[in-house]
Nanobody
C-alpha cells in the first residue's frame, strides 16, 4: 500500500485545514487508516483512526471535539478535517494504513506510512 498525504500549510489559530491521504496498491484489503503527528522534539502520537469498512472512529482526547476523520472508499482517500486549530497542533501529520484486523484505537498496529505533511498554526 502506498500513501500520499497532502493539505498541510500555515494557518492562524482558530482556523481550519483539511488533510487528505490518497491510498493505492492493495486498498481492497484495508482494515483501518489513521492519522498521526509529530511535533518538533517530540515523539510521534496518535491523532485519529477510522475503520475502512464500517466507518467507526477513534480520536485522541485533545482533538475529538475539533477534528473529524473520514474516508471516501470509492476514491481510496482518507481525510482529516481540522477546525479551531491551536498552536500546539503544529506538527508533521502522517497518514497510516493497516491491512490486519486489530484494535481501532491502537497506535502501534500500522504497517504502511505516508510521507507526512506539515501543519503550522500561528498564534
Amino acid at each position: 500500500v502506498q500513501l500520499q498525504a497532502s493539505g498541510g500549510g500555515l494557518v492562524q489559530a482558530g482556523g481550519s485545514l483539511r488533510l487528505s491521504c490518497a491510498a493505492s496498491g492493495r486498498t481492497f484489503n484495508l482494515d483501518a487508516m489513521g492519522w498521526f503527528r509529530q511535533a518538533p522534539g517530540k515523539e510521534r502520537e496518535f491523532v485519529a483512526a477510522i475503520s475502512w469498512r464500517a466507518g467507526s472512529t477513534c480520536y485522541k482526547n485533545s482533538v475529538k471535539d475539533r477534528f473529524t476523520i473520514s474516508r471516501d472508499n470509492a476514491k481510496n482517500t482518507l481525510y482529516l478535517q481540522m477546525n479551531s486549530l491551536k498552536p500546539e497542533d503544529t506538527a508533521v501529520y502522517y497518514c497510516a494504513a493497516d491491512l490486519k484486523v486489530g484494535s481501532l484505537c491502537s497506535g502501534s498496529r500500522y504497517d504502511y506510512w505516508g510521507q507526512g505533511t506539515l501543519v503550522t498554526v500561528s498564534s
